[in-house]
């Protein structure tokens, strides 16, 4: 049975540019959170899809945004990155809610 | 304050050592994540709980609900187990908030 699993691993990204990252949730799991962890601020909840709908946002600004598709394969979009936006960033599947967490290998980020 | 703390941050132990590490939170919760994380970035999901004990291998959870309190404990701990362990408890809807994480090494 295949894993989470995010796409690209690595990406370098210059100030003021975007990025789009992937997630694709394991087969049957619905919910796909997405997690920022940051040496300074540790693991931090972005937001969370539920059937292609947002059920829960974390404190992070309005240049953090994500989708979920039909088939549950959720993106996260970063517009205008900071340096402090380096990280990494992982995303999570479950069935639903009350269940346990699969979470993916994770992309680091790199701003320079 | 943190609404999950552990304890301690840092723990160094020889190969065979039982370890314990510590979760406290403050709010009510349904259930307690224990993760792995491992270098090199990836989590791995060990325990998810709401009352009781559970165990897999040398690997065993507890939480006292009443106490808002989780134990991880590693039976016959071995360098492979070196890692960050990391509690982290149900906020609303799916939303994780975490401990800050005790990064374990096991010398052989």
């Known amino acids: 049975k295949a894993g989470v699993t995010q796409t690209p691993r690595y990406l370098i990204k210059t100030r003021g540019q975007q990025v789009t990252l992937s997630c694709s949730p394991i087969?049957?799991?619905?919910?796909v959170s997405w997690y920022q962890q940051t040496p300074g601020q540790g693991l931090q909840f972005l937001f969370e899809?539920?059937?292609?709908?947002?059920?829960n946002k974390g404190n992070f600004p309005g240049r953090f945004s994500g989708r979920q598709f039909s088939n549950s394969r959720s993106e996260m979009n970063v517009s205008t990155l900071e340096l402090g936006d380096s990280a990494l960033y992982l995303c999570?599947?479950?069935?639903?809610?009350?269940?346990?967490?699969?979470f993916g290998s994770g992309t680091r980020l790199t701003v320079v | 304050k943190n609404e999950v703390e552990q304890s301690p941050q840092n723990l160094t132990a020889q190969e065979g050592e039982f370890i314990t590490i510590n979760c406290s939170y403050s709010?009510?919760?349904?259930?307690l994540h224990w993760l792995q994380q491992h270098p090199g970035g990836g989590i791995v999901s060990l325990f998810m709980?709401?009352?009781g004990k559970k165990k897999h291998g040398r690997l065993i959870a507890t939480i006292n609900i009443q106490e808002k309190h989780s134990s991880l404990h590693i039976t016959a701990s071995h360098p492979r187990d070196s890692a960050v362990y990391i509690c982290?408890?149900?906020?609303?809807?799916?939303?994780?908030?975490f401990g800050q994480g005790t990064r374990l090494t096991i010398n052989p």
């Open positions: 087969s049957g799991h619905r919910s």
């Open positions: 709980l709401s009352s």
């Open positions: 982290a408890s149900p906020q609303g809807a799916q939303k994780l908030v």
């Open positions: 899809y539920f059937s292609e709908t947002q059920r």
């Open positions: 999570a599947s479950s069935p639903d809610r009350d269940y346990g967490y699969t």
């Open positions: 709010v009510g919760i349904s259930a």
